[in-house]
């Protein structure tokens, strides 16, 4: 089976979204299928190897790119793969499928979430209107992560096949949390506050008494400045004692940060498949989260410890993760990562699935 993934920002940056896009088409080719990487060009591939990087001239303004020659990176594909939703370039990406008798598979992302469809309502209900109902029903499949986004879907109107197929995670051998040295709890992300609740944490913080509280870090990288509201509620709260707010870490400092953490804390209002959480888990690590399906998959499998997303929920999740039952939670979660999700066994489900649907 060929492949290709059509991301324009597949060489941009090293967050969650870009490195999903290395690790499927690196799984796929493990599993023996072929994997192209069909990505915006001016930037250098990396060095060669098993999967085949390939750019797409785009032409019109930066948030209005369309690719031009798809066509000619689709020869000879069984299948092509679409990520995220409402954009442009999807739907642009989708009519020279069609055109090509090439099927596609939509992998939203947690894009039809009703919480994201509710951003910006009025707009999205002309978008889906004009396009993107045709981009969703004329799919060969829609990917999720877990059976629960399943009702997003049907929210929509969508009942055709779908794909059930977590993101993986590169997991060590064996948990790698040092057991807490650095004494704090930790969040990685994107300053979304409002997605990522991040209002809601430090509410939690505040809920908690000062002798109880842990020290929080908070690292990522900006969205939309909000970044700066975010350290003007630590500030509003009185919780500048408590509560770092600090820059994006990747790499060796990433994981160095990750395995000093006395705890992790990824308190989404909604999304699907945290990386973040992914890895923090991976390693072990005292994971406390709140219902989202990643979330819900791993407090059911008894690998995380599960909270409400308001304040009083997750201030008594923040005391739990200073329990004994956290470390034995976090030594739960990362045997479970090894068992299901690595990249080998997640790829694989979505090939076997993927060959079915075709």
């Not at 009702?151 to 197929?165: D, K, M, S």
């Not at 995670?169 to 004494?183: H, I, K």
């Not at 509201?229 to 994006?248: I, P, S, Y």
């Not at 390693?283 to 989202?292: A, F, M």
Request: glycine share 10%; with cysteine.
């Amino acid at each position: 089976m060929r492949i290709v993934r059509y991301y324009p920002r597949a060489m941009v940056g090293d967050g969650g979204m870009t490195s999903a896009v290395k690790k499927w088409s690196q799984g796929f080719v493990d599993a023996g299928a072929e994997a192209v990487i069909a990505y915006d060009e001016g930037v250098e591939p990396p060095p060669r190897g098993d999967v085949e990087w390939l750019p797409v001239r785009h032409a019109g303004r930066p948030r209005l790119k369309l690719p031009v020659g798809l066509e000619d990176i689709l020869e000879g594909a069984d299948v092509l793969v679409l990520h995220s939703g409402w954009t442009l370039h999807n739907l642009r990406a989708a009519a020279v499928a069609r055109r090509t008798g090439v099927p596609y598979i939509l992998e939203p992302r947690g894009a039809y979430d009703p919480h994201i469809v509710a951003r910006k309502r009025w707009l999205k209900k002309a978008w889906w209107a004009a396009w993107e109902r045709r981009l969703v029903h004329d799919a060969a499949a829609i990917h999720v992560f877990f059976e629960p986004e399943r009702e997003h879907l049907a929210a929509l109107g969508y009942n055709g096949p779908v794909i059930v197929a977590s993101n993986g995670v590169d997991a060590p051998d064996a948990p790698q949390w040092d057991g807490g040295s650095g004494g704090y709890v930790l969040w990685l992300g994107r300053f979304d506050p409002e997605h990522k609740g991040l209002d809601i944490l430090l509410r939690a913080m505040r809920v908690v008494p000062p002798a109880e509280r842990p020290h929080l870090r908070l690292n990522g990288p900006d969205w939309r400045a909000r970044k700066a509201k975010v350290a003007a509620l630590v500030r509003a709260l009185g919780l500048q004692e408590w509560v770092t707010v600090g820059e994006a870490v990747y790499g060796d400092d990433k994981r160095a940060m990750l395995r000093a953490a006395s705890g992790f804390v990824y308190p989404s209002r909604w999304d699907a498949c945290p990386n973040s959480t992914l890895e923090a888990v991976s390693l072990g690590i005292p994971t406390l989260v709140t219902p989202y399906p990643l979330g819900r998959f791993f407090a059911a499998e008894g690998g995380a410890l599960l909270a409400q997303p308001d304040a009083a929920g997750l201030a008594d999740g923040l005391r739990r993760l200073a329990t004994p039952e956290a470390p034995a939670a976090g030594r739960t979660g990362a045997r479970v990562v090894r068992s299901q999700l690595s990249w080998d066994a997640v790829a694989r489900s979505w090939l076997d699935q993927v060959q079915r649907v075709l």
